[in-house]
């Protein structure tokens, strides 16, 4: 066969999913037929996962800039300024059709892409957070899922040092044929020394350093781009196996290369492999890149051109190199023990050529690849079903007769209850940084040599976004912002990871659309700049999609870290005040489906202004040293609140005596609605009066609601206009027991 001779017939390109349209687009950029090596590289890199060809006309929409931007969208990672010549490198991706496939090694590698996304920038990871999405625990296929995407986030991370600090789990069963695995990195570099992908330097050498390339993984950008069937398992092939004993040592490879200033520009092989870190690099330059595949290390015999460019294989990384830096580039990497070769140069001509064997196998402007591929405006409606979903007719609802036995129903319920079965098994204690360890709002580190601390979280309700995109999104904001905020953080930079359906389907698409909307006016108020993200569609088997799931990460700065706030209740006699206002938000609660199996209501109310001005209270009085714990109230509203408070904390459970009033509002709505814009604060009785004063004064409603002390939360709700009163009165070592065993319960049966 000729360099250019082709072999691609309509079968070869509906099998690359490749449409009429963008193969006329291909053969248009080539002046010719491509072959079937061209043909592979323009199927991944023109698909959904890599090129975002759906998503990127709505994602211009979001705010990506501020004062503290270092690195916004468009490199491996986003980094946000935190002073003293440090920031902060953080992202999110999701490896969510791998870990339905294959849980462990689908999750390892998601845990092993992110952190390669987060060192290619040249700052050392610190902290890991995992986003995860199951079905029902009720059935074994569930539980099988969940406990091996658990085990290889942990074994991944265990062994690479890098500590899972924190992260948050939901279930529902729209997901069991879907299950969602974002992972979160977060990592500290010196300004000064980002490190970016581009192949810069006409003449300059291109170095492969890593593992050896295999056959594992090609087109697992193309399956992450398609929606599954009953056939599912058999794409169990396209998922690559992680080591991360090898990816410790290309770690500390790569950062030994920058601070020996070797490089001109570093890449990952991640999604698409060989092709994706090549044409991305050389287009980011304006440059080409001429590749020699004869001398790319390989672990298989008879490696074909298409198979080399389009292995996803683990733990392999492109460098440019400055011309004449090539000996001590490679002496490094052996020092480290990790396969190293001089694979290519960078050209002047924009091309991304292949040789194998002194002949020419791919012949691509590099631009096309990366940069060229189709953007679709594709149309978006409302479903049908969307009123149905909205309307609820709460006199068809009873109140709760037994709000003790709701609030132990609701803190088994696998959603809220503690997640100590999964975080026991993630070592988030290693390398000593971590300050708030997993069970509070946030998790924080320290960073070494500063007194400063960085606080994180990960956060979305799909059912909100389910209910009402926009609206949905904007909650998703406002709680990640409200957790970093009772952790005494300023939000200061967001990831997301954007889970949705098929966006071919003009309803799946409305759900994106709105969510974009909703998330660019809540950063834009909050004043958030979106630095990094991705975007996970065709999220569906067998036609059923999974709700609409916009995973946000959040990173807040701590200056002082004296001022680090946990969620639990510290001291006997404190007093309890609750912060925002109570409404009748009951549509899309947790207690709505646990009591009632209902997941339908407009989301609760969320006022933008309301929302900062408590978030801006909390962080006042935490700095003003006024409180000793701050707590949000979110899934199962102001009871589950107070519960967590009691029993939540590592050490000593405390209980407390709380006084609710009812005025108009049902006995449900008060005690397990979602209104937002909430935060039970506990403090020394002296300080009430201060911290009252401060929230007249910045326009926040604040009542004090009861005291620390005991052993058991003592709830009386006095009657209301319309309403007769209840009381909880539970020990708070059986809420303890509920809120703490229930998870560990349900997955100990086979």
């Not at 066969?1 to 291909?26: C, F, G, P, R, W």
């Amino acid at each position: 066969m000729t360099a250019h001779a082709s072999t691609v017939t309509k079968e070869l390109i509906a099998q690359h999913n490749v449409s009429e349209d963008e193969y006329k687009k291909i053969v248009e950029i080539l002046g010719r037929e491509p072959n079937l090596t061209e043909l592979g590289m323009f199927s991944v890199m023109w698909s959904e996962h890599c090129s975002y060809k759906s998503s990127r006309v709505h994602l211009k929409k979001l705010p990506t800039t501020g004062p503290r931007v270092v690195q916004g969208p468009g490199e491996n990672a986003g980094a946000v300024d935190i002073g003293d010549g440090l920031c902060v490198v953080f992202k999110m991706e999701s490896h969510n059709h791998p870990s339905f496939i294959e849980p462990y090694q689908g999750a390892a590698t998601g845990v092993g892409g992110i952190l390669r996304d987060i060192f290619t920038m040249g700052a050392r990871p610190i902290a890991l957070l995992d986003s995860l999405r199951f079905g029902g625990l009720d059935t074994v296929k569930n539980r099988h899922l969940m406990k091996g995407v658990v085990a290889g986030i942990a074994g991944y991370g265990n062994c690479m040092g890098v500590p899972t600090v924190g992260g948050e789990v939901r279930f529902d069963d729209i997901y069991s044929l879907n299950p969602l695995v974002n992972v979160f990195c977060l990592g500290i570099a010196q300004q000064n020394r980002i490190f970016r992908g581009t192949a810069a330097g006409v003449g300059n050498p291109v170095i492969y350093f890593g593992s050896k390339t295999g056959r594992d993984g090609i087109h697992g950008a193309t399956m992450a781009s398609d929606s599954f069937d009953d056939s599912a398992d058999q794409k169990r092939p396209t998922v690559q196996v992680g080591d991360p004993f090898t990816e410790k040592l290309l770690l500390e490879a790569c950062l030994e290369l920058m601070a020996n200033d070797l490089l001109v520009g570093i890449q990952d092989m991640g999604a698409a492999g060989l092709t994706s870190s090549s044409c991305e690099m050389a287009s980011r330059a304006g440059n080409g890149i001429e590749l020699d595949l004869t001398h790319v290390p390989r672990r298989e015999p008879g490696m074909t051109p298409y198979e080399l460019m389009l292995s996803e294989s683990q733990e392999r990384m492109l460098m440019v190199a400055k011309a004449g830096k090539e000996q001590e580039c490679i002496r490094i990497c052996q020092k480290w023990d990790l396969e190293v070769a001089v694979v290519g140069t960078v050209t002047a001509d924009g091309m991304l050529r292949i040789k194998d064997q002194a002949k020419v196998v791919a012949e691509i402007p590099a631009k096309a690849l990366a940069d060229e591929g189709p953007r679709y405006e594709r149309p978006y409606q409302p479903p049908a079903y969307q009123d149905m979903l909205t309307n609820l007719n709460y006199d068809a609802i009873a109140d709760v007769k037994d709000p003790g036995g709701a609030l132990l129903s609701l803190l088994e319920s696998p959603t809220i209850a503690s997640k100590r079965w999964i975080y026991e098994q993630y070592d988030h204690m290693v390398r000593t940084n971590t300050m708030v360890r997993p069970g509070s709002d946030a998790a924080v580190v320290r960073i070494k040599g500063t007194n400063k601390a960085v606080a994180m979280t990960v956060d979305c309700n799909g059912r909100y976004c389910l209910l009402h995109p926009y609206d949905g999104a904007r909650l998703a904001v406002a709680e990640a912002a409200r957790n970093l905020v009772c952790s005494g953080a300023h939000p200061i930079g967001l990831t997301d990871c954007l889970n949705f359906g098929n966006p071919e389907r003009p309803d799946i698409m409305w759900q994106f659309v709105l969510g974009i909307e909703g998330m660019k006016d809540a950063c834009e108020h909050f004043q958030i700049p979106i630095v990094s993200g991705n975007v996970s569609f065709y999220n569906e088997t067998n036609g059923l999609s999974i709700y609409p799931t916009p995973m946000l990460g959040m990173v807040g700065l701590i200056e002082d870290a004296d001022h680090i706030m946990t969620q639990w209740f510290q001291e006997e006699g404190d007093a309890v005040v609750l912060l925002g206002n109570t409404r009748e938000d009951l549509g899309g609660t947790e207690y709505l489906k646990v009591a009632h199996s209902r997941e339908q209501g407009s989301p609760p109310f969320l006022n933008l202004d309301a929302e900062k001005a408590v978030q801006d209270l909390v962080l006042k009085v935490i700095h003003e040293g006024l409180v000793r714990s701050a707590h949000d109230c979110s899934d199962g509203g102001l009871a589950v609140a107070l519960a967590e408070c009691c029993v939540s904390s590592p050490g000593t459970r405390r209980g407390a005596v709380i006084k609710l009033h009812l005025d108009s509002l049902r006995r449900d709505a008060l005690l397990f609605g979602e209104s937002q814009s909430r935060v039970v604060l506990s403090m020394k009785p002296d300080y009430v009066q201060a911290v009252l004063q401060r929230a007249a004064e910045a326009g926040v409603p604040a009542a004090t609601i009861g005291t620390v002390g005991g052993d058991r939360l003592l709830i009386d709700v006095e009657k209301g206009r319309w309403t007769d009163g209840c009381r909880i009165d539970l020990p708070t070592e059986t809420l303890y027991d509920r809120w703490a065993n229930s998870l560990g319960r349900i997955l100990s049966h086979e």
